[in-house]
């Protein structure tokens, strides 16, 4: 691959929504390449930290179903629906856990940005696939997480929500290198 495709591909990726997907399905082999791509990210002392459920078809419901147990005196019925609009818009969901190493051989923030760094090579190889995508991280995946029943070592990162898009080139909101680069 040539550097002017790899820049192109970082510098194009962006931030897609639900309300902006079409409704063509994404094949299973597609999500199986991206998440193949997800689990080559680097990680210290091979922790693997990373950990996704993906809720695709039918298994939609059953994400929608764990959101409407969440408490409503804790979480507005406001935010809920938005939430379920967003997976009902979505072909696939990805619930992005991380899972704490047992022997806390490396501090929690390093597990933490292990699996951030699985979820943009996940970005990244949605931009190539003509997937739109988001990373939503509301404060309800807490409770996600206890009515999902995840490990008591895992937390929830929040979701990906991806659907069908074409990409248009359209220019990126960034502060120039300078105000973020010294070159020393
Ligand atoms: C860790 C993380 C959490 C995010 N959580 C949310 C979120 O909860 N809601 C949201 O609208 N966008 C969320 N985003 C997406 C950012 O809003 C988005 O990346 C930012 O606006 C830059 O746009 P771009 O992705 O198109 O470059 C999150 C991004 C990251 C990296």
């Known amino acids: 691959m040539s550097t002017e495709s790899l820049n ?7 931030t897609i929504y639900p309300t902006q997907f079409s409704e063509k399905e994404i094949p299973e082999n597609i999500i199986n390449e991206i998440l193949e791509n997800a689990i080559h990210a680097p990680t210290h002392r091979m922790t693997q930290p990373w950990f996704f459920r993906v809720y695709k078809g039918k298994s939609k419901d059953v994400l929608c179903q764990i959101i409407e147990k969440i408490d409503k005196e804790k979480y507005s019925s406001i ?14 969901i990805l619930s992005v856990c991380m899972t704490r190493d047992k022997n806390d051989r490396v501090p929690e923030w390093e597990e933490i940005a292990a699996v951030s760094m699985a979820v943009q090579n996940i970005w990244l ?32 990162l929040g979701f990906f929500f991806m659907g069908s898009y074409v990409h ?16 020393v």
């Open 8 to 14: 192109k591909i970082i510098r194009n990726r962006k």
């Open 79 to 92: 935010k809920i629906n938005k939430f379920i609009e967003k997976v009902k818009l979505s072909d696939t």
């Open 125 to 156: 190889s949605c931009y190539v696939n003509n997937i739109g995508s988001y990373w939503s991280t509301p404060s309800l995946k807490e409770e996600y997480a206890k009515h999902a029943g995840l490990n008591k070592n895992q937390k929830s």
């Open 168 to 183: 248009h080139e359209t220019p990126k909101l960034r502060e120039g290198l300078d105000s973020k680069v010294k070159w």
